[in-house]
């Protein structure tokens, strides 16, 4: 059920409601009439710290604060490849088409597009045992990504249905009936909260090289599949056109790219220069297995924290496929 409470307080991008004594740490709520984006970040008593994700200017005390009563989370189904986010998953796209060249406040948009058809290709059969992760079928997203349709965390049964064909991704496309005599349908959409890491089986210890592509990173400084590495450098040294190539060339099946608080024109540099890369692997445009999320520097600061998370729960999504992902967020700084 939803909370509404009051604005007591505005800081900057952080305000302070009342009202609220109902709410979750983390749910996401609605700020004013202009429905501006927030994230709980504390609560003491029925009064709640609310980090706005988008500009607060003009908003004052007395307006209303209502919750979604749902953490901050992110859509995976097909259509995340070649997909430009802002960092809290809203395609910018979409909202180009809504508002022009300037994101207005407020705005809502489906982070994946709920009526495209894809073709969805049944693996699982009818009376297999499935649990989560289990893969219920195929769709071709783009022609160097076979998107595999998962159980979600959490849900296990006996699948007594499975749909063939055309469907978009909230068309259910499987039945399970569950341990306790339910069914359960499963549409192609899941969505998790960022600030929660899917579950895994086993943490494996990284032991096998990732080859960049790049002799001199190989050689000097390899980096292994699961492991983690920074480009540190000052202005201009070249550290984003490292991870370009990194991008390119790395062993890497899925690319996310997250642009954490960047300037504007080197955001739009990626951006108008990722699609031109041309993909070694398959001889495709790079986009083809591609997602970016640009949080340039003029939003504000909270969200930088928010893309990372965002781009980080794609990733898993990916990897929970069996795909190798190479997460690339640039840059590190800005979000510190």
Request: hydrophobic share 40%.
């Amino acid at each position: 059920m939803a909370v509404k409470g009051t604005i007591v307080k505005v800081s900057g991008p952080l305000i302070v409601a009342s009202g609220m004594a109902d709410v979750q740490m983390y749910d996401v709520v609605r700020v004013s009439d202009k429905h501006l984006i927030g994230e709980v970040i504390e609560l003491r008593g029925d009064r709640a710290s609310i980090q706005v994700y988008e500009e607060t200017g003009g908003i004052g005390p007395g307006e209303p604060v209502e919750s979604t009563g749902a953490p901050l989370s992110v859509e995976l189904a097909p259509g995340l490849i070649e997909s430009i986010y802002d960092g809290i998953q809203r395609p910018l796209d979409k909202i180009k088409e809504q508002a022009g060249d300037r994101i207005t406040r407020g705005i809502e948009v489906n982070s994946i597009d709920h009526e495209r058809l894809w073709n969805f290709v049944p693996v699982a059969q009818v009376g297999d045992e499935l649990k989560a992760g289990d893969i219920l079928g195929t769709v071709q997203e783009t022609e160097a990504v076979l998107h595999k349709v998962m159980v979600p965390p959490n849900v296990s049964g006996k699948l007594s249905w499975i749909f063939s064909g055309e469907a978009n991704v909230l068309t259910p496309i499987a039945k399970l009936e569950q341990a306790d005599g339910s069914i359960k349908e499963l549409p192609m959409l899941q969505k998790w909260p960022v600030r929660r890491g899917r579950p895994y089986a086993q943490k494996m210890a990284p032991t096998e090289p990732m080859i960049t592509g790049q002799r001199v990173i190989d050689t000097l400084f390899p980096v292994a599949k699961g492991g983690v590495a920074a480009v540190p450098g000052p202005f201009g040294s070249g550290k984003t056109v490292v991870q370009h190539q990194l991008a390119k060339w790395a062993d890497a099946d899925i690319i996310v790219y997250v642009g954490c608080g960047e300037r504007g024109n080197e955001m739009t540099d990626v951006l108008m220069e990722f699609p031109e890369l041309n993909d070694p692997r398959t001889g495709l445009s790079l986009m083809k297995r591609t997602v970016l999320i640009a949080n340039t520097s003029d939003m504000p600061v909270a969200a930088r924290e928010a893309s990372i998370y965002t781009g980080i729960t794609i990733a898993e999504y990916f990897r929970d496929m069996g795909y190798d992902v190479a997460v690339l967020a640039d840059s590190t700084s800005r979000c510190a």
